[in-house]
């Protein structure tokens, strides 16, 4: 099956620097990479998503990369604020799009 | 995006109890829902894939006769955790995938479980 490892697993930046969270995958059949924010107490909202024929999608201040040939894909979020603060999910998802194979999670801190 | 609810929010039960939780796809009909737990500071584990009108699909590990899941409706999925024990506490988050769409899974807000 999937393995997807997701690094690091908590991140702390300053205020409008940026935060870079890594994963990669092992199944070369997975095609579509979703990333999940996740506040305290609440589900995991999706926040950008890309497939296995794009290189990189960005939505004003987050952006995702991939790299199947590496098999890893990335979150970039610019200009962070304080609420980007929250634990992020990476997943990487089969051909069936039922199946969501999920990193560990990143616990990302801005501090004002 | 697409809406998913899940009721209740927080439930407080005593040992040897069920409860059930119920997840709903608000402005689109889910023929695949699907049920996680999640432990404290940990990742969604995925327990059961839930699909309309028929059984529900296990992963391996979780019990089918403990985590009753029934989808009636292309809305409405539930799952009834019966004789619960403490160590059934936990979160659990229930989405639903829009087959409309291209294959994104939409999560609900989740449903403190916690056993006395």
């Known amino acids: 099956g999937e393995n997807v490892e997701q690094h690091p697993s908590t991140l702390s930046v300053q205020e409008g620097d940026s935060a870079v969270i890594k994963c990669t995958y092992s199944?070369?059949?997975?095609?579509?990479f979703p990333w999940y924010k996740q506040e305290l107490g609440k589900g995991p909202q999706l926040i950008i998503d890309?497939?296995?024929?794009?290189g990189e999608k960005k939505d004003q201040r987050i952006a995702v990369t991939l790299n199947k040939t590496a098999k890893h894909f990335s979150l970039h979020i610019t200009e962070t604020q304080p609420e980007d603060s929250a634990v992020y999910f990476c997943?990487?998802?089969?051909?069936?799009?039922?199946?969501?194979?999920f990193g560990t999670g990143t616990s990302l801190t801005v501090i004002p | 995006g697409a809406v998913v609810s899940q009721h209740p929010s927080r439930v407080i039960c005593k040992s040897g109890t069920s409860v059930k939780i119920e997840c709903r796809s608000l402005?689109?009909?889910?023929?695949?829902m699907f049920w996680y737990r999640q432990f404290p500071k940990q990742s969604l584990m995925l327990m059961a894939t839930?699909?309309?009108?028929?059984?529900?699909?296990?992963e391996q590990g979780v019990e089918k006769d403990k985590f009753l899941i029934n989808h009636a409706s292309l809305t409405l999925s539930t799952l009834t955790v019966t004789s619960a024990h403490p160590e059934d506490s936990s979160f659990y988050i229930c989405?639903?995938?829009?087959?409309?769409?291209?294959?994104?899974?939409?999560f609900g807000p989740g449903t403190r479980l916690t056993v006395t």
């Open positions: 989405s639903a995938r829009d087959p409309q769409g291209p294959g994104e899974q939409y």
């Open positions: 199944d070369s059949a997975s095609n579509y």
């Open positions: 890309i497939r296995s024929n794009v």
């Open positions: 997943a990487a998802v089969g051909n069936t799009g039922n199946q969501f194979y």
């Open positions: 402005d689109f009909q889910a023929t695949t």
């Open positions: 839930s699909n309309e009108g028929s059984k529900a699909t296990y």
